[in-house]
């Protein structure tokens, strides 16, 4: 590619609002331009990072034997009612009519339409295993969308989905597409980590997500240095930071805490840690024809509750927060004060593992301005019904037993999920197994946010001058930079030697022909990113040397002239090779 026949669309200065750094330098490296909002144009450069992608993502999925194929974006209503989604996937999902005013979405994901493709193709045990995948636009109406292709509202996404027999061939799948997620991760050169997490809104049963490390990330991640265990904070499995619960040591009593509603007050004015308090959350579920049931959940004063493992416990799903008034009505005093002993109507208590296991701890008296010490289980209060409802924090054990918990910040990129038979039982996806009787087929469903990975990449990977490419998704892995090139005879001569032999060994190269003074050149391609540069002057020429830099490189160093374009190859190529180290 000459630089004079492509368009390059840098800027000075990133807009307003463009909040995070991959939004602000995908802007100013000319790869995206806003239509609306969460909605962008790829511009020529950014849609040669987005076709690297996919190339890496179909090499995979082809490897692992899943098949191509492409479904619609826009889904009719039916399919989506039959699954039971029209009703459960909320505003993200834009619903449309057509002229005859029947619904349609616009496609945020396709379980639906591969599932109706499965059961109207699929008949018989010798049709399984199979696996669809396709590269699609989607479109998620997020409410407040930002952060550029990171929140954004339309993106591209790789979908696959798997169809088995049974479970175990289930799992079998649910493996493959794992270890194909970790190839396609490594081979872009990203520094990620595969960890348990919650299934949301697509359901089925286990589920891991691919996080790419960066402090800019939504998602917070719990790992364990010295084992493999990691997982997103909402699934984190929090233990007992106490193994057994001591005998009780103090009398229980009716201690006056004047004006103190926090557990961190309560414990300065008692000079005690903020450990030995516990924190009373009150939540309510709805009963048709009924007064709402109140729950008191019960965490220690320095641990925050998990909402997702809160609304996995039975009886609390869909959940909410209870009303002043309810509270007032069932303890006797407004929030601050809050407590399990002597409330004014029945409730329902979940103590997390932590509590479970403490003695002579604080809690709320009921009665505001007072807080009750020395509160011991069997004693004082009835033995608890013990639930994991915390936020995991970093010095926790770690659950698999070897080590203890840190905390990082992650991008989600991908996510495999094992459904199960959530779609097939719902929409009748059955097949006739060995004996001739019809079977549910398993399915799951694996993930990859095309576009989402070009944020993520750069949120890991930039500097001051702009972003740092991994040669696999750079949108061109090589510049050649001459210096007069429309006025040297020799320096485009040399220049076009080397752009034709780096185009021979299959380099995507751009030779900056424009004619621009080297600080604009080497600016441009800085902030692009490309990963590596070649300098061609009359100077160097002179001596028999180019300068060679590599985008990671503080200074230029200089290469033979004869050599330099072995070296460039030789350093791209090793770039590139696909270390796979699982």
Known sequence: MKASRFFIGTLKEAPTDAEIVSHQLMMRAGMIRRVAGGIYSYLPIGLRSIRKVEAIVREEMNRAGALELLMPAVQPAELWQESGRWEQYGPELLRIKDRHERDFVIGPTHEEVVTDIARREIKSYRQLPVNFYQIQTKFRDEIRPRFGVMRGREFIMKDAYSFDRDQAGLAESYKKMFDAYVRVFTRIGLEFRAVAADNGSIGGSGSHEFHVIADTGEDAIAYCPTSDYAANVEAADALPLNATRPAPAEEMKKTATPGKAKCEAVAELLNIPLQRTIKSIILATENEGAEPTIWLLMLRGDHSLNDIKANKQPGLAGYRFATEAEIIDTFGTPPGYLGPINTKKPIKVIADRTVANMSDFVVGSNEVDYHTTGVNWGRDLPEPVVADIRNVLAGDPSPDGKGTLEICRGIEVGHVFQLGTKYSDAMGASFLDESGKPAPMQMGCYGIGITRILGAAIEQNFDAKGIIWPESIAPF?????????????????????????????????VLDDRGERPGVMFADWELIGVPHRLVIGDRGLKEGKLEYQARR?????LLPVEDAANVVIEKVRAALAPAVTR
Not at 479 to 505: H, I, N, T, W
Not at 553 to 557: G, K, S, V
């Open 477 to 509: 892995e090589v510049v050649l930079c001459p210096m007069g090139y429309d006025r040297s005879d020799a320096v485009r001569e040399q220049a076009d030697k080397l752009y034709a032999a780096l185009q021979a060994a299959g380099i995507d190269v």
């Open 553 to 557: 490189d503080a200074e230029a160093t």
